[in-house]
């Protein structure tokens, strides 16, 4: 069974930075797009970023370009999420999630992920 693990949430300031990582294990990992999406309370999910299983193309949602970076190191079949100037706005639970398929040109949506983790909790107080 396909597992995606994620960690490094937690609360933080207006400002702050986290730096969120998710381990994959049971896929092949260096074949599959991987993601971030977020939830917030009363909101549907929405995706954050994406990452081709290169890592040669990124892609990353208006409300985080320039503040979030995503990375990935196939060796360790680890994703992971770079929060810099994090704002309340951020406020969310954060899930990792993989696709089979390239998105060339566009970013995927939250219905075309495959694989999904059990999510960690960012609260960004101001």
């Known amino acids: 069974q396909v597992r995606l693990v994620e960690s490094g949430g937690g609360l933080v300031q207006a400002g702050g930075s986290l730096r969120l990582s998710c381990a994959g294990s049971r896929l092949s990992f260096s074949t599959y797009t991987m993601g971030w999406l977020r939830q917030a309370p009363g909101k549907e999910r929405e995706f954050v970023a994406a990452i081709s299983w290169s890592g040669g193309s990124t892609s990353y949602s208006d409300s985080v370009k320039g503040r979030f970076t995503i990375s990935r190191d196939n060796t360790k079949n680890t994703v992971y999420l770079q929060m810099n100037s994090l704002k309340p706005e951020d406020t969310a639970v954060y899930y990792c999630?993989?696709?089979?398929?390239?998105?060339?040109?566009?970013?995927?949506?939250?219905?075309?992920?495959?694989?999904w983790g059990q999510g960690t909790q960012v609260t960004v107080s101001s």
């Open positions: 999630a993989g696709a089979r398929k390239n998105f060339v040109g566009r970013a995927p949506i939250p219905s075309e992920f495959n694989y």
